[in-house]
Each structure stands twice: as structure tokens, then as C-alpha cells.
């Protein structure tokens, strides 16, 4: 049943809503947080993070997003790993751009979030003056512990509905850093992973 | 009818940013050849340009003749999965063959040198460690070496044996993070892995000691922030024993296997004339079969002291910048072993109070030592006027850093010569005449690391 | 055993005041020759010849609120300084070089002929600090956006810093 700016128009906010829809947006929620694909945009020291967090310690495969897609059309997380300076920041925004909706960022690390250490000429203060941010993960780098914790915060997030209706801006969530910490510290909401991340220095 | 505006950046809606001029950075780029000098042209040839400009002009000749119209411009970068950071390169093509190629950096500039300006002495270790961010250890400890030169103070022997194992540490592990991430760009993936499962285990044993997986700001002016942990002798070992036989294993993975081998080897190859005239240092200039290495041709810390060789290629191409790094993980771990057996005890720290502070306890105990940790840390120390430039060999080549001092507690001028900044300038001449399917390859073997380049 | 890089050349007395026609200078054990802006690239020809084949690093200094540096005798100091770091790969040593350039006349002869290395560190140069090389190739801004005005390693340049409130204030954004 069509109804005025319907499905075709608003997608699944169009739709009138019953039983049979509603499932079906759970079920569509459900498959966009299994299935999130990173843009690869790592710039600088976090980016290295950003990479470990996709090694075998830490392994971002177990939450479906080790693959990082290259190109951004097929992406729909943009982790802004680094600083953004002032030549790179046209560049971030024309990313973005090109990226396909539903599509969310994380700002990793404090260079991202606010300028971090350079508060300068050449430093965009923070990647919020140029796209909209949903999480805010904290760190310098932040380990992958904290960044697995902003992913999973955006995973549910996600997965409650919250963020797909979003009128251009971000959710601008900040998290707490979990470097270091047990695996307790990184489960959030119905997300919780299985199995445990060993801490650093318990051996 | 209205013209159509520029979008702005900053509405909120999927707009595709369709002007380009946005992202161009006009002249940075690379020309096309029929506006660009003799000079520029002549890059094409790959040749050390000695000749003048009237002469360059006067010599092309008409075999090297190219039609625009056969050429073709192509950008790469700056979001590119394997360009190492935000490395953008502009290449002119003929067909599938680089003619001329040309980096352009800046993506990443920070203002660290504008920022070393602001911070005190003691601060200047976070920022340098920044720079280059797989082994931030060593531009700690260049900027430190140049720090006690200026204030002329001598480092305890422990200190510097400390410094030896840490930076010989670090040194593993971003040769390790270079194994994996050349791996990946050569679509060999499962290397990527292991070379992230090893070096997490050095980032392990880096964070026991530091309290940091990266950017640990542990080798500062008058010695290291704290000194080695208890057990330390163990973790080492264990590390030591655990790494050659995976060493081993990308033997077998990589340097033995074919696929890896036509790859590699022939691409990329420069030669040592080349590399002098371009300042290049570190594995592409050892891989010309010329054997400089800073350790042992100009020794700092106690390099003269423990036994190595220095790694030599012979061909001057990507295989032999690859094999030069997977042996120099097996030299550090030889001098790690000989580290081990001559650490010396002593303090971490010279004991200078104007320039170290005091350890913590006695803060609650003598109102001198609280007057010098607030000094130290609020004000920080004073360094005599001057100028000095210190060096060491990074994973990458030479990394110098030149601090101008004038007497109060910030460098007046501080600069670090960061290899790859100058390493990238062998780009153009590495990729001239290859295939660019080759070009990522090129790009990783000389494995720059952008923060350094751009600072 | 102290761990600074250069090895420490034992200074000659009495102290040789002249090198190629170029007054010399003492820094923590570096020997440093002062060149005018003149005689720079003569006297890279000549270090050339004599074995100092790699130009290692080419910076610039902006003195202009420094309180005062000792320079030798006969060099006038100016408010730039292009500081120029020579290696001898045979003698294992190291060799710096400072070329006064007066605010007012920003040229400086490019080194690009003989180390084409530098053309990398000279456009860093004329991006921070507006300072030219003649002969250079392509003299553009490297790590600043083209259209950007301004050089920001200069004393007197705008640090572009944002006032940044503590915790608990009300975000300005």
C-alpha cells in the first residue's frame, strides 16, 4: 500500500508500518550492522592501528569488516584514521561524497576528533568541520581494543535504528578508551563478541 | 537562468563534489609535456640531469620525440590502498609503460616543526615521535642525541645500551610491518597477517617496557623515562627465539617463490651513482651494492661495540630492497643478543638535576627535588645557544635532526631530515620505463612512511 | 664513550679561519663553513671535487626574534639562514654549510645542478619560508595547498591556533 512520499521516495520510513514491515526493518537493520564495509582511509599513526585491529590478535574478520574496501562506492564506514591537514581535508570531503547511502564515520583517534596535539596552521581541528561524525573514538593512537569499542558502539547503533534516519549530521557519540582492558570492556548491547581478546601483558 | 555554484563542503547531503578544482593543486602537478621546460622533460630519461637547460633544450632528440596525444596523465592517490599513507603520484603513461612520475606530498603536513618551535624540550619527544610513526623510537633518539649535544651532557652507559635494545626493537618491527604491508600490495595477503601477528608480539614486549604500543615518547633528552622492567631478560628471549623460524618461513613463502621473484626482481632498479646524487640513504642505497650504514660508518650509542654486518644488495632492485629488510630483522637479532649480554647496570637517566626530574618519591621528601619536577615540567630546561645536527639510522635511511637553540627552554628552530622524504625523490627514476602494474610495487619497496615526509 | 654522531675532529690550534676562502667555524665538533650567498656555489663545486658527494639536508632558519648567534669574524648576520649538510662518504664526515639571506632579498642559488637531491628540500624551503633558488626546476609549494598564502615557518607568520577552553565548557562549534 503506497502511501505519499512511499517506499519509493523515503525508503523504509515510507512505508506504512505493520507487523511484516516492522520485521522486515529489523531484519534489514540486522544485515547493515553484520555487514559494514570500511573504506580504507587511514593517513597516519592510527592507521597503523587501524591495520592491527584488522590483524590476527585483534581481528576485526570476526564482526564481518576485515575487508577494507578500496574503492568508496563500495563502502559504508569511513574510519578516519589520522589528522587531516589542510591539503587532505577537500580530498575527505570528495570521499565521502562519493560513498553511497547508508553510510556513517568514525574519527579515530584525537587528530581526528579535534586536532589532537596540533593545534596549528595545518591541521583541520577536528574532522566534524568537514563531514559528519557518528563515534568519536579517543587515543593516540587509540589501540584496537577502543577502536573495536567505537565499532561496536556504530554496530549497535545500527542495529537499534538510530542511525539510519539521520538529517545530515552525525551521531557524535564519544567513547571511553579500552586499551588494555578485558574483554568485558569492549562488549556493548547485543554486539558482544564471543570468545575472549587477550589483554596486553598478562602473559 | 542562475549559474550553477560551486557545492559547498560542508552541506549535509550525498552532493557529489563534481569540481575538481577543489582537489587540484595546480602547479604541484604533473604537466603535460608540451607546456613543461626542457628540464622537466628530460626527467624522462631517468638521467642525473647535469647538463643545463639551453643544452637540455638543444639535445632532445628526435627519437626520444613523443606525440601528446600518445601520452597519457593519470593520477594515483592521495586515497589509494597501497600508496602507504597519503602518498599521491601523478604518472604520464604510454600505453602501459611510465614515462615520467611524479610524487606529490603534503597530505599529511602537520606543522611539526612549527610545533617543536612551541613545545619545551622534554616535549619535544612527543611531537618528533609522530613523525615517523613505524619506528617512532628513532626520531626519539635523534632529537635526544642532538639535545645532550647542545647541552653537552654525557649519557649513562646504561642509557645507552637501553637505547640500543629499544631502537633495535622498533627496528624489527617496522621491518616486519614493511614485510606485511609489501606483501599485501603484491596480493601475497596471508603475509600480511603474519607480519601483523609478529609484530604485535614486539609492540607487546615495546609496551611492557614503555607503556605504549606506538608513539611511546620513552628515549628523551638525558637518557629514557623509566627503566627496564623486571623480567625483561625473558620476554626478549622469548622473542628472540620465536622470530627466526618465521623468518624462515617467509623464506619459504616469499624469497623462494617464483611468483614473488618475477615480480620483483628487475623492477625498480636504480644505481648507486643515482642514489649519491639524489641524497638517498638506508636499504635503497645499500641495495646498490654500496655499503653505508651509519651504524657502523658513523657509530652513535655503542654501535662499535657489538658485531653486525650491513646488508648489501647488488642489483638495485625491489627483490634486493626486500631481501636487504627480511636480513636486517636477522642482524637486529643478533646485536639484541649481544645487547643481552653486555647490559651494563647503572642509572637509565643522567642525574643531572637541571635536566632530568627526580624520581617521584623523593617529591614528597625534599622541597628541592618538587622545585626541579615543577621547573622541568612546567617550564622546562633551558639549552645553551646554538646549533648541532645529530643522526641515526632509521629503518628507512639517515634521520638527522638540526635544533637551533637561543637559550630558552624551546628550540628556537627545530628540523628533522626525514628519509623518505628525500627517498621519494628516487620515485621518477624507479618507476621511469617500468610497466604500471609495477608502480605499487616500486612505491612499497621504497617504503615511505608519509609523516615524515610531510611533517 | 659519548654518543654524538660526528666524530669529534680534533680542533686544530691554531684555528684555520679560512676554508676554499671561506671562514670556518666551530659547533659541538662540526666543522661549519660560512659561504656568502656568492660564493655558495662555487664552493659546493669545490667540496664536490674534494669528496663531499651527497648533499644530505637543506633547511633554512628564520632569526628574526633570536637574541643573538656568534658568527665568525667578516659575516654579517642576516635574518635567514640556509643551512646546507654536505657528507663525505671517503672520509666518513660530515660538513655543514650557512648562507646568510637578507629578508629583503630572498634568492639564493639552487644546488639542484650538482645534487639534484635538493629539489625536494629546496621547494620545502620556499613553501616555509619564501625563499627562491635560481636554477631551480620547479620551484613550487610542496606541503601547503597551491593557493595557500603565506609562509608559515617565518617568525612573524600567524600560528593559526584555536582558542581551546578547558573540560565542561560549552563547545564553541
Redesign the interface.
Known sequence: MAVEGGFLDKGLEGLNHNFLTGNLEELVKWARSRSVMPA??????C???M??A????YDLARYGMEV?R?S?RQADLMIVA??V???????L???Y?????PKWVISMGVCASS?G???????V??V???V?VDVYAPG??P?PQTLMHAILTLHAQIRDGHLTRR???GAGLVIEQRDGQPDNGVRVGLSAPRGAVQP??T? | MTTPTTPTTTDGDTHLTEDPSLTSEGGQELASRDIVSAVERMREKGAVLRIGEAEAAASAPAADYVPEDETMIINMGPQHPSTHGVLRIMMELQGETVLRAKPIVGYLHTGMEWTGEELTYLQGGTNVTRMDYASPLFSELAFSLTVEKLLDVEVPQRAVWIRMLMTEMNRISSHLLFMATNGMDLGAVSMMLYGWREREETLRFLEKVTGLRMNHNYIRPGGVAADLPDGWRDDVLRLLDMIPPRLDEYDTLLTGQPIWRERLQGVGVIDTETCMALGTTGPILRATGYAWDLRRDMPYLAYDQVDFDVVVGTYGDCFDRYAIRLNEIRESIGILYQVLDKMPKGDYRVQDKKVTPPPRARIDESMEALIHHFKIFTEGFKVPEGEAYCAVESPRGELGCYIVSDGSAHPYRMHIRGPSFVNLQTLPHLMHGGLIADAVAVISSVDPILGEVDR | MSDTTDPVEPVPDPLPEMMHGVPVGWSHGQRVLHPSREQLTGLIKTLHDDGYHMCLDLTAVDYLTHPGRALPDGIEPERFEVVVTLLSHRERARLRLRVQVPGDELTVASLFDLHPGTEAMEREVFDMFGISFEGHPDLTRILMPEDWVGHPLRKDYDSGRIPVQFKGAPAGR
Open positions: 580504507t582511509f587511514g593517513l597516519a599513526c592507521a597503523i592501528e591495520m592491527a584488522g590483524g590476527p590478535h577494507f578500496a568508496p589520522g589528522r591537514s589542510q591539503k587532505m581535508a577537500p580530498v570531503r570528495q570521499i561524497d562519493q560513498m553511497m547511502e586536532g596535539m596540533f593545534n596549528n596552521y595545518a591541521i581541528q577536528g566534524d568541520q568537514v559528519p593516540c593512537p589501540g538529517p545530515g549530521e596486553i601483558g602473559r
